[in-house]
């Protein structure tokens, strides 16, 4: 059984960081690109970033890049994303998932993907 599992959500302040993690099993990444993308319930799902299978090529939306940086780990199975200025506009569940490349990661949920993490960002 495929499992994606995000880990790493919370409540910050802004201006703080916080460090998403995405652990798989019953699935090797290898050769899957891994996205993120978040959800505000009312609000349409937001693609934020994507990393290539090989890990050579990332990619991020516009309202993000320049604070958040996607990592991957393919011998831990495991896929990051360290935020950092979080903003309360940040504020959102975060979702990772699986797919067969970055092409459409911003309009498409992927693959696979998890159940999510909380991400709140407040004073």
């Known amino acids: 059984q495929v499992q994606l599992v995000e880990s790493g959500g919370g409540l910050v302040q802004p201006d703080g960081s916080l460090r998403l993690s995405c652990a798989a099993s019953?699935?090797?990444?290898?050769?899957?690109?891994m996205s993120w993308f978040r959800q505000v319930p009312g609000k349409e799902r937001e693609g934020v970033s994507c990393?290539?299978?090989?890990?050579?090529?990332?990619y991020y939306a516009d309202s993000v890049k320049g604070r958040f940086t996607i990592s991957r780990d393919n011998a831990k199975n495991t896929v990051y994303l360290q935020m950092n200025s979080l903003k309360p506009e940040d504020t959102a569940v975060y979702y990772c998932?699986?797919?067969?490349?970055?092409?459409?990661?911003?309009?498409?949920?992927?693959?696979?993907w998890g159940q999510g993490t909380q991400v709140t960002v407040s004073s």
């Open positions: 998932a699986a797919r067969a490349s970055c092409r459409d990661y911003k309009t498409s949920g992927g693959t696979y």
């Open positions: 019953g699935l090797s990444l290898n050769g899957y690109a």
């Open positions: 990393i290539s299978g090989g890990g050579i090529l990332t």
